[in-house]
């Protein structure tokens, strides 16, 4: 999927989120062409989608399409259309928690990295990552 595509499901889908989970998202969901990864992270491991709070531009969301044709190249629409559903809900889950002073995402995350850490010694394949939240 072309990135105008996956922008253009990506607006679709924003139109099934309830106004009242955007609250607050100044910033609102922005789409990157990058395939993106921290250093640090496990062999193969690609951030899907990314929490932000930023003092400046506020609260955002941004969606890595690289990251996306980078795991699902070839794959069809409708396996990129649930991941990026799923990236987009993990995301705004992000957003609702910061809102109301709670991080049990981020603790979540931190464990399923730290799972992805323990299984590098296997052979490398590449995972998911949509579950990393920064504050600026």
Do not use: N
């Not at 009242?20 to 989608?49: F, N, Q, T």
């Not at 995301?91 to 709670?102: C, L, P, T």
């Amino acid at each position: 999927m072309d990135i105008d595509a996956f922008t253009e499901r990506l607006d679709r889908m924003m139109d099934r989120v309830p106004p009242a989970l955007l609250r607050d998202l100044e910033g609102g969901v922005s789409v990157s062409a990058d395939e993106h990864r921290r250093r640090g992270d496990p062999p193969g491991v690609y951030i899907l989608g990314e929490y932000i709070t930023d003092p400046y531009l506020g609260c955002l969301i941004v969606m890595y399409h690289g990251s996306f044709r980078r795991l699902f190249a070839g794959e069809p629409d409708a396996v990129w259309e649930k991941e990026m559903w799923d990236t987009l809900r993990h995301e705004i889950r992000h957003h609702v928690e910061g809102m109301a002073g709670v991080s049990d995402l981020d603790v979540e995350d931190l464990m399923e990295l730290e799972r992805m850490r323990a299984d590098a010694a296997a052979p490398a394949r590449p995972r998911q990552l949509r579950r990393r939240r920064r504050r600026s």
